[in-house]
C-alpha cells in the first residue's frame, strides 16, 4: 500500500504548476547553452574534487566547454551514488532522450552534441519551464539591479542584501549604491534614504522579498541613531581599516534598518543562517563554504520580537538546527520553516526535517522548497525529489499512520508546494 499510494500522491503532486521561491538564476541568461553550464554547478565540481580530481583540472583559464565536460567525466565514477548525479540523469533522460543510467566516457560526446543541439532552439527556455511545470521563480538580485531587460513576472526580483549590511566599510560597495540611488552617502541619513530608494525601486518593479545569508556569529539588535552616526562616519572615512565595534555596530544598524523597510513595505525577509565562508580555502569556485553548529537562533529572538509585522522565512542550513527552527515556527507567529538549504538538500535530511515541520508546524507556515539553482534545468530534477519526499512523507505518516484520506493529504501537500509560497510572499497582489 504505501508504495502505490506514494506513486498516487507524487503523481498527483507533480501535475501542480509552481513559483520557486528561492534561486540564483539570471534572467538574461536563464537556460544553460551547453553541458558545461549544467555540470560546471559547484556540486559536480566540488564532489569531484572532493573525490580526487585536480583542482586546476576544474578551473583551468580559457577551458573549453566540452573539455571541461570529458575532464568531469573522467572522474565522475565515484560520484555516482549521489543525489546530485541522479538529478543530471534524470533531466538529460527527460530532457535529451539519454537513454542510459550512467554518463560514461564512452556515451557522454553523443550526449554532449545532442544536448548542445537542442539548447540552441530559440525554445529551450520555454521548453524547460514548460516541462519543469515552473511559471515563476525568485531572483537573488544585487542591490544595484536595474532589473531591466526581463519579465519580472516570471523572474521575480528579490533584493539580496549581504553586501549592505557586511561589507559598507568597501568603497565599492558605497560607491555601487551611490550609483544606484545618486545619493552621496555621506552619513547615516544619507544612507538611509538611499536604503528608502532602493527599496521603493525594487517594490516598483515587482520585489517580493528581501534576502540575506547570515554568518554563525551574527546576533541583530538594535542600534541608535547616535551610535549609528558614529559608526558610519568612521567606516566611511576609514573603510576597512575601521574598527571592529565600529564595523560591527553600522552592520546592526543597516540589518535593522533593512527590516523596519520590509515592515514598511509589507515584504518577507528571507534569513539563511548559519553559513561559514572560506572554511576549506582552497575549494574550488563556491565548495568552500560549510555549516557551522555552533548558529543558534536564541541569537534571533530580539529580531523576531521586535518586527512581530515582518515575516522572517528562515533556511538553516545544517539539518542538526532543524528542530530548533521547528520550535521557533511553532511558537513565533512571523517564523516561516523556508525548504532544504544547501547541505540539507539532500533525501535522508529532507525526510526527516520536512516530516517534522508537517508534524508540529501550522501547515500555513512550511514553505516546502526551492531550488537555489543557477540554471533552470535544475528546476525539474531538484523539484521532482522533493515531491517524491512529500508523497512518502504524507503517505506514511498522514494517510497510514494517521488514518487521513488521499484528498486530505493532497490538500496539504499542495499547500506546502504552492498555496505557502503565494500566500507569505504576497503573489498576485
Known amino acids: 500500500m504505501s508504495i502505490e499510494l506514494r506513486k498516487q500522491l507524487f503523481e498527483q503532486l507533480d501535475q501542480i504548476v509552481l513559483v520557486d521561491p528561492h534561486s540564483h538564476i539570471n534572467p538574461l541568461s536563464a537556460a544553460s547553452t551547453t553541458l558545461a553550464d549544467i555540470l560546471g554547478y559547484h556540486y559536480y565540481t566540488e564532489l569531484s574534487h572532493s573525490a580526487g580530481m585536480p583542482k586546476d583540472q576544474i578551473e583551468e583559464p580559457g577551458l573549453d566547454p566540452k573539455e571541461k565536460v570529458r575532464r568531469l567525466v573522467e572522474n565522475f565514477g565515484p560520484i555516482e551514488n549521489t543525489i546530485q548525479y541522479s538529478w ?50 525568485f531572483l537573488t538580485n544585487d542591490f544595484d539591479d536595474t ?33 544606484a540611488t545618486g545619493i552621496s552617502i555621506s552619513g547615516r541619513e544619507a544612507l538611509e534614504s538611499a536604503l ?18 547570515l554568518p554563525p556569529d551574527f546576533a541583530p539588535h538594535y542600534v541608535s541613531d547616535n551610535r549609528a552616526d558614529i559608526a558610519i ?20 544598524f543597516v540589518f535593522w534598518s533593512l527590516a523596519e523597510r520590509c515592515r514598511q513595505h509589507k515584504l518577507p525577509f528571507d534569513l539563511m543562517i548559519g553559513v561559514n565562508r572560506g572554511v576549506y580555502e582552497t575549494g574550488v569556485y563556491q565548495g568552500q563554504d560549510l555549516y557551522d553548529s555552533r548558529v543558534s537562533l536564541i541569537q534571533y529572538r530580539q529580531l523576531f520580537n521586535a518586527f512581530r509585522d515582518v515575516t522572517f522565512p528562515v533556511s538553516v542550513l545544517a ?34 526535517d520536512l516530516a517534522a515541520r508537517l508534524e508540529a508546524i501550522p501547515q500555513t507556515k512550511v514553505i516546502g522548497y526551492y531550488t537555489d539553482m543557477y540554471k533552470l534545468e535544475f528546476g525539474m530534477p531538484k523539484f521532482a525529489m522533493f515531491k517524491r519526499i512529500l508523497a512518502k512523507v504524507l503517505a506514511e505518516r498522514f494517510v497510514i499512520d494517521r488514518g487521513w484520506s488521499e484528498d486530505r493529504a493532497l490538500e496539504l501537500g499542495k499547500t506546502v508546494l504552492r498555496g505557502n509560497v503565494e500566500s507569505i510572499f504576497g503573489l498576485g497582489k
Open 147 to 179: 532589473l531591466e531587460g526581463f519579465d519580472t513576472g516570471r523572474y521575480i526580483p528579490c533584493l539580496r542584501t549581504d553586501d549592505l549590511v557586511f561589507h559598507l566599510a568597501k568603497l565599492t560597495v558605497v560607491e555601487r549604491l551611490e550609483n
Open 88 to 137: 543530471f540523469i534524470e533531466f538529460a533522460q527527460k530532457m535529451f532522450g539519454f537513454a542510459d543510467e550512467r554518463l560514461t566516457t564512452d556515451n557522454w560526446e553523443a550526449l554532449y552534441d545532442s544536448a548542445a543541439e537542442r539548447m540552441a532552439k530559440d525554445d529551450w527556455e520555454e521548453t524547460v519551464l514548460r516541462e519543469s511545470k515552473l511559471e515563476g521563480i
Open 233 to 252: 562616519k568612521n567606516i566611511l572615512g576609514k573603510g576597512d581599516d575601521a574598527a571592529p565595534n565600529d564595523r560591527h555596530a553600522a552592520s546592526n
Open 196 to 213: 528608502d530608494k532602493l527599496f521603493e525601486h525594487f517594490v516598483s518593479k515587482g520585489a517580493k522579498a528581501c534576502a540575506i545569508s
Open 319 to 352: 539539518s542538526v538546527t532543524n528542530q530548533e527552527l521547528v520550535s521557533y515556527s511553532w511558537i513565533f507567529p512571523n517564523v516561516v520553516a523556508n525548504g532544504h538549504w544547501w547541505y540539507s538538500n539532500t533525501p535522508a535530511y529532507i525526510e526527516s
